[in-house]
């Protein structure tokens, strides 16, 4: 996680007439966005934890997946993201995919005046939490893996840690296509953890946002004595300890979510249903 210092028009508002009240930024919205639809896991876990704030979903469909780019690719992409979000009045910003948190994050949050929170740290910080041995897994794309980002944050937290990590490319299009407990996932869960399963690993962290939606079969093939945990609940909790820290939590019940997409709303709609829930009803193309 990275957080900035929120700039001046984000704190009290000098009203003139006694103690001034940020209601204006209280009501902001929250951007988030991702390469695509994996980072409506992350929505998920933000608005079973902030129900009462809206949310302003961008999903880069036309140009997805990041996990195969290169990090000059990624960055430009990502602040054009963060871009698009920052121009809808945005009070905090959740970078909500582990290849942009793991490369952008800083380019990210140098330029912006709200907020800024990416999923590797709170990942990082869960699997440290959650590893008794000290042997973590982990696996996301091959950008977010050759960035070492995960082992460079492990090893800060927990020194005498080992770490083995593993890019997973073909995980993406399976969970995309449905494919999460077929013989085919099977098989492809079964070449991709065979390795880390053999370190004796006792913690297993899914750095990718797609990876959740085959929790159950990564249970399955890792075992019962490995813990398989993910960035989106840490993440969820990392951003209301910062909006209650800035005094931005929105005091109302029923928070709403606004979903932009760069391509082919439809199929965003479809599969995004399956990732968030029924609430993914529409989707709005914006011009790249
Ligand atoms: N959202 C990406 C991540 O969490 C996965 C999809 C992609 O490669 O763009 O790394």
Redesign the pocket.
């Known amino acids: 996680m990275r957080t900035r210092s929120v700039s001046a028009n984000h704190r009290r508002q000098p009203t003139g007439r006694g103690p001034a009240v940020a209601v204006d930024s209280r009501v902001r919205p929250i951007g988030v966005f991702?390469?695509?639809i994996?980072?409506l896991t992350v929505l998920k876990a933000l608005t079973e934890i902030l129900p009462g704030e809206n949310f302003i979903y961008l999903g880069d469909t036309a140009r997805?997946?990041?996990?195969?780019k290169s990090s000059e690719v990624i960055t430009r992409y990502s602040r054009e993201n963060a871009e698009f979000l920052l121009a809808k009045g945005i009070k905090l910003l959740v970078v909500a995919?582990?290849?942009?948190s793991?490369v952008a994050l800083e380019a990210i949050a140098r330029d912006t005046a709200v907020p800024v929170i990416g999923?590797i740290e709170p990942g990082a910080q869960a699997a440290a939490e959650a590893s008794v041995k000290g042997k973590i897994g982990v696996i996301?794309?091959e950008?977010?893996i050759a960035s070492g980002i995960y082992t460079r944050l492990l090893k800060r937290l927990r020194p005498e840690a080992e770490i083995y990590t593993r890019a997973c490319p073909l995980l993406?299009p399976l969970v995309e296509e449905g494919w999460t407990d077929n013989e085919i996932a099977c098989r492809t869960v079964e070449h991709y953890l065979a390795g880390l399963k053999d370190s004796g690993i006792d913690t297993l962290l899914l750095?990718?946002?797609?990876y959740p939606m085959l929790r159950g079969l990564i249970r399955q093939v890792i075992g019962p004595g490995v813990r398989v945990v993910d960035s989106a609940g840490a993440t969820a909790r990392a951003v209301h300890s910062t909006l209650a820290r800035f005094k931005l939590l929105r005091s109302a019940r029923n928070g709403e979510q606004v979903f932009f997409v760069t391509e082919m709303p439809e199929r965003f709609t479809r599969v995004g249903r399956r990732f968030f829930g029924p609430q993914v009803e529409s989707a709005v193309r914006i011009e790249r």
């Open positions: 991702d390469s695509g994996g980072g997805t997946p990041y996990g195969n995919c582990n290849t942009s793991a999923v996301g794309t950008a977010t993406v750095g990718c946002t797609h």
